[in-house]
């Protein structure tokens, strides 16, 4: 059951072997996934600290669920916008993330996505697959001296940034919390978000969700885009108004989408984005590297156990 020197630490979603021995040294561990709300929240009073990926929303309920005994929320992973902030606060309960562990994962795959997209390697690749050969149906685009407008400059886009450099891209960037000496180490300039996306012939979005940035990508601001711009995400889903998104592919303002996030995750079997020949979608991968969750289960679970010490502040 745990006590105050042997805590029990729900992990709610499948976390790597070396963070779940590293968390066994320390607490009993249960592994159980896949729960419903219900089962979390009937589960919860029996926790000292609950660990989770992106797939389970710690909601207000959960917190008044536990009855004051959940003292850390880890999130494994970098975004906290599954786990009710306010409420982690209300309750007393800390927050803690693992902030750096995935960072070049999700960078890669964004650049993965880019180049998916442009030479168009998952729509022929079905094709091929149903013994069709169509080389002129397939002609991409070359990324080489195109502008890639890199939306949020933390420490994905920072690192997806050096990769299209490599790649022979004029990088531009826009954040309104970043350094201006770090973009410029890169090689990168940063300007006015309408000047970001209205010159861009690629836009890949690293920004965090908040109130700010949810549906930052809208109808009005497909208006403003080139014709024939092309979109990577592998940030949030909801940065995106996804009917907008349907509306500009239709209307060709935007060329092509490459998506590995979606508002509702997993996304309806009818999802209009899923199902658009001008979209490549992976199902949430950006972390998802045998290096990534290693690196994330062992970073989250040395911020959980510090956080039970005490040692740890909220990330929140
Ligand atoms: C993150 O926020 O770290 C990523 O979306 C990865 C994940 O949720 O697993």
């Not at 994962?105 to 880019?114: K, P």
């Not at 592998?234 to 500009?248: M, P, T």
């Not at 979606?262 to 979209?279: I, S």
Request: aromatic share 4%; with cysteine.
């Amino acid at each position: 059951q745990g006590t105050e020197s042997n805590p029990t630490v729900l992990v709610a979603e499948k976390l790597g072997e070396a963070g779940l021995e590293f968390l066994r040294s320390f607490a009993n561990v249960d592994c159980s996934y896949n729960l419903s709300h219900e089962e979390l929240c009937a589960k919860i009073a029996l926790c000292d600290a609950l660990i989770v990926r992106s797939g389970t929303k710690v909601t207000r309920e959960v917190f008044k669920s536990s009855a004051g005994r959940l003292r850390v929320v880890g999130r494994a992973g970098v975004g906290i916008d599954n786990v009710d902030l306010g409420a982690a606060t209300e309750y007393g309960c800390l927050v803690v993330n693992a902030p750096t562990a995935n960072t070049i994962a999700a960078a890669e795959h964004s650049i993965s996505l880019l180049g998916a997209m442009a030479r168009n390697i998952a729509q022929a690749n079905a094709s091929l697959k149903q013994g069709k050969w169509m080389r002129s149906k397939y002609v991409g685009v070359s990324l080489i001296g195109k502008t890639i407008a890199v939306m949020g400059f933390g420490k994905v886009g920072s690192e997806l940034a050096r990769r299209a450099k490599g790649l022979g891209m004029h990088v531009i960037s826009h954040d309104p919390y970043a350094s201006a000496d770090h973009a410029r180490a890169i090689g990168v300039d940063l300007v006015p978000f309408d000047e970001a996306i209205a010159t861009a012939d690629f836009i890949s979005l690293h920004m965090p969700l908040t109130p700010a940035t949810s549906k930052i990508l809208n109808d009005q601001c497909f208006s403003m885009m080139k014709k024939g711009v092309r979109i990577v995400n592998v940030a949030r889903g909801a940065v995106i108004d996804e009917d907008a998104l349907v509306r500009a592919l239709d209307s060709g303002i935007v060329a092509q989408a490459a998506l590995d996030v979606f508002t509702l995750e997993p996304p309806l079997a009818d999802n209009k984005l899923v199902l658009h020949e001008k979209v490549t979608v992976t199902p949430h991968l950006g972390a998802s590297t045998v290096e990534a969750q290693e690196g994330v289960a062992i970073e989250i679970a040395e911020a959980v156990v510090g956080a039970l010490k005490g040692e740890l502040a909220s990330t929140a």
